[in-house]
């Protein structure tokens, strides 16, 4: 059993005992080491610690309970193992940043950054040799995206792009909209940058707020799309860089005829 | 692994700590831990203050000391202190923390190659103390090193030593 597979196989173990009294020192011995080197690894394999992977995916559970269910925020909290609502509160607003009463009275959790399960590809796509982030902060003025919405995973940027003729087409853009969607239904706008106020046919035209970004730079193909997202919202980025209003996601795509493969642009609004 | 078993006396140490889980996702954007960027903030003061460390005896030797919290089993917290050897601790730097090493019996592993990047707390805390004539005598353990270490990109050629204090069971 390689490293990821037995990381994996912790992850499947805490799964299973995010209700129940688990210690650290009980993932470490469920998969044979001390804590001290289990962490390490776990750490090396997923960029998390297993006690912080474990309050996130407690945490995250919590939220749809709080959200689809009557039940009492101290009930919920004694449920997933928390000594009491205030301890539950605190490392809820630590993750959230909003306190689990407000999220139970408007029931909006959309822009909520959830922890979702760490699966065995994902850990084996953020674990490849040739993942690695170039990134940098960078300022945008606002601008216009003027262009079509999809939730087409294939490449049928091309067709878009052609129906959008008469515009400026020295690079395209395309908006992710619902990035963390995990059913791989993400809607994109691709489309060209325009500031002109026509919006011919079915066009969509969306204004893009002068903003601060995280620009990443990475190998990445429409398949591992999801993975990308999602290491960079639940792992790489801090909670309180990104932009809470509604998570979304630029990608600049200089050139249509590039490999997949090859490093791709994305930006990521921070605060 | 079969320990040497010394004694040694009381030694003053000075340096820098961590307290916490070194292995949370943490605000740097680099891929290490909190315990390598304790060494790199270590080292990079022991080089700009060296008059800070005119104490400083055994030059080729700094050490980090493991010490588990109450929290450790429950949420892997603990506190990793780096540092180095020094003959008084008359000053202590505002940047630094002091810890005495108590005098006690020492159990002395040396890793070498491969084997200092191993589960070597697994082999030393459940197989090799339950089975030898001792125990515990305080609750933390020591990795020294020296000239002997030449890198974590030469680990092949590396060696360190693990120091657990220890006394005989009654």
């Not at chain 1, 301890?87 to 009463?101: E, G, I, V």
């Not at chain 1, 040799?129 to 995206?145: G, M, P, R, V």
């Not at chain 2, 030797?61 to 540092?83: K, M, N, Q, R």
Request: hydrophobic share 35%; proline share 4%.
């Amino acid at each position: 059993m390689n490293n990821i597979e037995m990381i994996y196989n912790s992850t499947q173990f805490i799964e299973k005992n995010l209700k129940n009294k688990i210690m650290v020192q009980d993932i470490a011995d469920q998969a044979g080491y001390s804590i001290y080197y289990f962490s390490r690894l776990f750490n090396k394999i997923t960029g998390l610690s297993p006690y912080e992977y474990l309050i996130k995916r407690r945490l995250s559970l919590a939220v749809n309970k709080i959200i689809t269910t009557e039940d009492k925020i101290i009930d919920i909290s004694l449920n997933y193992q928390f000594n009491n609502p205030e301890t539950f509160s605190r490392a809820f607003y630590k993750m959230f940043h909003l306190l689990p009463s407000k999220l139970k009275t408007r029931k909006i959790y959309e822009h909520l950054i959830l922890q979702q399960p760490l699966s065995k590809q994902f850990l084996n796509y953020i674990n490849q040799e040739n993942f690695k982030l170039e990134y940098d902060e960078i300022n945008e003025n606002a601008f216009t995206i003027l262009g079509y919405i999809t939730n087409d995973n294939k490449d049928s940027h091309y067709d878009i792009l052609n129906k959008l003729n008469g515009v400026s087409k020295k690079h395209y853009f395309i908006l992710y909209l619902n990035p963390l969607q995990s059913d791989r239904k993400i809607f994109k706008l691709i489309g060209y940058k325009n500031n002109d106020n026509h919006t011919p046919g079915n066009t969509v035209r969306k204004l893009i707020p002068a903003q601060r970004y995280m620009k990443f730079k990475v190998q990445a193909t429409h398949y591992n799309l999801n993975y990308l997202f999602q290491y960079l919202y639940q792992i790489k980025l801090k909670q309180y860089y990104i932009n809470k209003t509604h998570p979304y996601i630029i990608e600049i795509v200089f050139d249509p005829n590039v490999d997949n493969l090859n490093k791709r642009t994305f930006w990521i609004p921070i605060s | 692994m079969k320990p040497k078993i010394i004694e040694m006396e009381s030694l003053s140490l000075l340096g820098m700590n961590f307290y916490g889980d070194p292995f949370k996702n943490n605000n740097f954007w680099d891929e290490e831990n909190e315990i390598g960027h304790l060494w790199n903030r270590f080292n990079n003061y022991l080089k700009n203050n060296p008059k800070d460390f005119s104490r400083r005896v055994k030059s080729d030797v700094s050490l980090e000391i493991f010490i588990p919290s109450d929290d450790y089993a429950t949420h892997g917290v603990f506190e990793v202190f780096v540092g180095v050897i020094v003959d008084k601790l008359d000053i202590i730097p505002i940047n630094c923390v002091a810890k005495n090493l108590p005098k006690s019996t020492y159990a002395v592993f040396t890793l070498k190659g491969e084997k200092i990047n191993s589960d070597w707390q697994k082999e030393i805390f459940s197989e090799w103390l339950p089975q030898s004539d001792y125990e515990l005598n305080y609750n933390f353990n020591i990795q020294f090193y020296d000239n002997r270490f030449k890198g974590m990109d030469q680990l092949a050629k590396s060696e360190i030593d693990i120091y657990l204090p220890i006394i005989k069971k009654v």
